[in-house]
């Protein structure tokens, strides 16, 4: 298990909690559930914002880590998360780019 480097997080990070609560009508309008989970899984919107290196150094992070879990501190939390999209460029400010993706992960 990797560590993310340690890259600025921006506050549009979001990190929300899926009960794995999955629901479906019957027939006859009654409403049918079940938890999927046993832990608490958190699905993770990362948004940095990085130098030109520090972006390169993030895809190739991704590269070799993309199938396997890693650990990331978001507001002081740890989480073991993988990847469920690769890191994408969505803005820039001055010499800084905004890279986002999404993980999915527990935590630790």
Request: glycine share 6%; hydrophobic share 35%.
């Amino acid at each position: 298990m990797a560590a993310f480097p340690d890259y600025k997080i921006l506050t549009s990070t979001s990190v929300s909690r899926d009960a794995g609560r999955r629901t479906a009508v019957a027939e006859g309008g009654q409403i049918r559930g079940r938890n999927a989970y046993e832990a608490d899984v958190y699905r993770i919107h990362v948004v940095m914002a990085l130098t030109e290196t520090e972006r390169t150094a993030l895809y190739l992070f991704y590269t070799n880590n993309s199938d396997s879990f890693n650990t990331i501190t978001i507001d002081s939390f740890d989480y073991s998360a993988i990847f469920q999209s690769a890191p994408e460029t969505t803005g820039k400010a001055g010499t800084y780019r905004n890279v986002e993706f999404d993980l999915l992960g527990n935590l630790v």
